[in-house]
Each structure stands twice: as structure tokens, then as C-alpha cells.
């Protein structure tokens, strides 16, 4: 058994086209590290000044805490030369009144609004202000707390919006009063977490090419006939297609996983793994994670979502019998939702993209927001509920792929 698993390994990936694509995958994934979102190339020297001035504020998000990073803007904001002209403050003050602000809130202005421009594009500034941002999180939690246990018992009557909101308020309730976040450098697993948007177009691609032609190309190269008369035909062979795929897709995410650990350490270093997540403006997340819990979790479900994503291609090939019309169908299949993620769609067609095999691939937007299921009572978070449900797919389509090829031969 093992002898034909290889050997169909070999014939998914030794194929011209599927080692172009690894190639590719690859370099993409390569590029995207030692780039930034615009394209730009990352310099050693910013990310060595970044670690330098949030390391500078690493630790426990308490009070104390809260009091010395106030106290080091305030050393910024109350020393004028570092505010702008008072002919220019003016200016700004004349500006706020046009835009309809009283005199009374135009007289109370703090000095962070008439600093010179130097100051506040400096790295150091800006680094204070996201760190003075951060100590919102217990404000943020509380507040996001209330919101949504108002919100599921206006939208849900009964029973239902009570249990709903009592979870929401539940895990908010626990982050605002209960867990002390930390503070850190976190601009490597920033990366990592962003690479993870990246899956479906470098192993998503991947697999895609090197697996289209995993039955359909049995049957447009009519060997499935020769297949048929085997000695392994009608049994181990199939199982053999379907394990070699299953152990190429895991292989391939496994490597790109371990590549990009390895590579964004070098690059960004993956210290402050004990940094919070939220940013209560993108990331809700409700869960008390740090950085590294957070990339366990994502890397948790993506891995279930390798596998749907696997078990619909499969499907399909078996289903049709040309590898391109495979690679055409399953192509448009499982990167629509990626691609024509519109914000203007409907709330069910977003609830289907939820459970979509390419959105579960990538993850990390699942872990961005507070979502869950009312069921027999019970409140089941999102989070639980789709890797389960993508292992239940994928279990149920493998007999369907093995059963469809079996047929096939049985009918030839």
C-alpha cells in the first residue's frame, strides 16, 4: 500500500505544471514576507526601530502601566518646542470652527493637536499613541459587553437572544474585568497572521493544479480501464489516490507554515508572543488570546479547512472526466468566496462564506469577531462550529469520491 501511495505522490507532484506551481507558491509566499501591503520592500533598519520602541513598553496593560505611558506623552505634548507656531495654531483653530466645532471645545483643544508634524510622524510618537490606544482594551471590552448583549436581545425574543447575549457578555465581561492583557512588539506575528490571507492563492493554487487530474485524468488518458483489470484496481488503489492527496495537501501547508515561521523570525523576530490581539477597530476578537494562541487557533482550523478543501476537489475530478473542465469547476467553486468578497452582499450569503472551504482555509477572519449558534439551549461559538463541521464534509465526500470511482470502473 505504501509503494502506491508514492507512487501516486509522484504523479500529483512530479508533473511539469504542479512543480511550476510549488515554485510559484513558493516565491509568492517568499515575497510577501520581505514586502509590506503596498509592495514595498521591508527594511531591516524599520523593523530593528519598531521592535526597539515597543519593546521599550512591554508588559502588563494595569494601571501603572496606563500612568507611565501617559506621563511620556504628556513630557512629548507639554514641551513647546515641539508645537507649532502660534500663528499656525490659530490657523488650526480657525479651521476646527469652519468645520462647525463650538469655541468652547475649540478653547479646550490639548496640545497633541498643535504638534509639529515632525513630532507626530516620528516613530516614537506613533508608537505612544497606539501603545495609549491599547489601554482602551478594558474600556473597549466592557463597552463592546453591553453593545452586544443589547443587540442579540432587541434582535432575538426569548430564549434565545437571553442566552446569546449572557455568552457575548460573558467572554467581553471576562476580558474587561478579569484579563490582564499584555503589551509588546508584534509585528512578526502580524506577518504570520497576514500570510494566512494569502493560503488560497499559493496552497489553495497549489493543490488546484496538482490535484484536478487526480480522476479526471484517469479518465481523459482512458487508463481508467487499465485501472479497472489491476490487481489493486477496485480497492487500494482508490484508497491510495485519495490518502497521497490527503498526505500532499497537509504536506504542502505544513511546509508553507513552517517556511513562513522560519522566515518571518529571521526577517521580524516572533518575539512578543504574549502581546493581545484586539485592536477593537479590525479585531474583536473575544477570546483571551495572546499572539501565539491566537496563530495555534488559526493554524487550527486552517488545517480543517485543508482538508474540505482537498476532499471538493477530489469530488469534482472524480465527478468529471477532463482535468481542465476539474480545474475550471473547482477552481470557481472554492475561490469565489475569496475573490468576490463584497461588503455589500446579503447577511446569509456572508453566513454561507463563513463556512466556505477557502475562507476556512484562511482563518484568521473567524477569529476577528464575536459569533455564535443558539442550539438546544445552548450558545456554540462559530469557532467550534465550522472546523466540525468541514471535518464532518470532508468524512462524508471521501466515501462519496470512492464509491463514484468504483462505479465508474464497474460500469466500464
Not at 10 to 27: C, E, G, Q, T, Y
Not at 79 to 103: A, F, S, W
Amino acid at each position: 500500500m505504501r509503494r502506491i501511495i508514492i507512487f501516486e505522490l509522484k504523479k500529483m507532484l512530479m508533473r511539469p505544471v504542479s512543480i511550476l506551481a510549488l515554485i510559484l507558491l513558493i516565491a509568492i509566499n517568499c515575497l510577501s514576507i520581505f514586502t509590506d501591503g503596498m509592495g514595498t520592500l521591508i527594511l531591516p533598519e524599520y523593523v530593528t526601530a519598531q521592535k526597539t520602541e515597543q519593546s521599550k513598553y512591554a508588559g502588563r496593560m494595569d494601571k501603572n502601566w496606563t500612568d507611565e505611558i501617559q506621563q511620556r506623552l504628556n513630557v512629548i505634548t507639554e514641551d513647546h518646542k515641539n508645537l507649532i507656531q502660534e500663528d499656525e495654531r490659530e490657523q488650526v483653530r480657525k479651521e476646527y470652527l469652519e468645520k462647525g466645532y463650538t469655541q468652547q471645545y475649540i478653547d479646550s483643544l490639548s496640545n497633541s493637536v498643535f504638534l509639529k508634524p515632525e513630532i507626530t510622524d516620528s516613530l516614537t510618537y506613533r508608537v505612544l499613541k497606539d501603545a495609549e490606544y491599547s489601554s482602551t482594551f478594558y474600556t473597549k471590552a466592557k463597552d463592546l459587553s453591553i453593545a452586544l448583549g443589547k443587540y442579540y436581545r432587541s434582535e432575538y425574543l426569548g430564549k434565545k437572544g437571553e442566552v446569546l447575549a449572557q455568552k457575548a457578555e460573558k467572554m467581553y465581561g471576562y476580558l474587561a474585568q478579569k484579563y490582564i492583557a499584555f503589551y509588546d512588539y508584534n509585528l512578526g506575528w502580524n506577518k504570520l497572521i497576514s500570510l494566512q490571507k494569502l493560503l488560497p492563492f499559493t496552497v489553495g493554487f497549489f493543490l488546484l493544479i496538482a490535484l484536478s487530474s487526480a480522476f479526471s485524468g484517469e479518465y481523459s488518458g482512458k487508463t481508467d480501464s487499465l485501472l479497472m483489470s489491476s490487481k489493486h484496481g477496485k480497492g487500494k488503489l482508490i484508497h491510495a489516490k485519495i490518502m497521497a492527496a490527503f498526505f500532499l495537501a497537509v504536506g504542502i501547508w505544513l511546509l508553507m507554515q513552517l517556511l513562513s515561521l522560519i522566515l518571518v523570525d529571521s526577517v521580524f523576530s516572533l518575539e512578543g508572543s504574549q502581546a493581545l490581539v484586539q485592536d477593537w477597530q479590525f479585531n474583536t476578537c473575544p477570546f483571551a488570546f495572546t499572539q501565539r494562541t491566537n496563530y495555534l487557533a488559526v493554524c487550527g482550523m486552517s488545517i480543517t479547512g485543508i482538508l474540505i478543501f482537498t476532499a471538493v476537489i477530489l469530488f469534482i475530478s472524480v465527478k468529471t472526466k477532463n482535468p481542465f473542465i476539474t480545474l475550471l469547476i473547482s477552481g470557481t467553486f472554492l475561490m469565489t468566496p475569496v475573490i468576490a468578497n463584497i461588503p455589500q452582499i446579503g447577511s446569509f450569503i456572508k453566513e454561507i462564506f463563513t463556512f466556505a472551504p477557502v475562507n476556512i482555509l484562511i482563518a484568521a477572519d473567524h477569529f476577528t469577531f464575536f459569533k455564535a449558534y443558539y442550539f438546544f439551549g445552548h450558545a456554540l461559538m462559530m469557532q467550534v462550529v465550522v472546523p466540525i463541521t468541514a471535518i464532518i464534509i470532508s468524512g462524508m465526500l471521501i466515501p462519496f469520491v470512492y464509491k463514484a470511482f468504483q462505479r465508474h470502473q464497474i460500469e466500464n
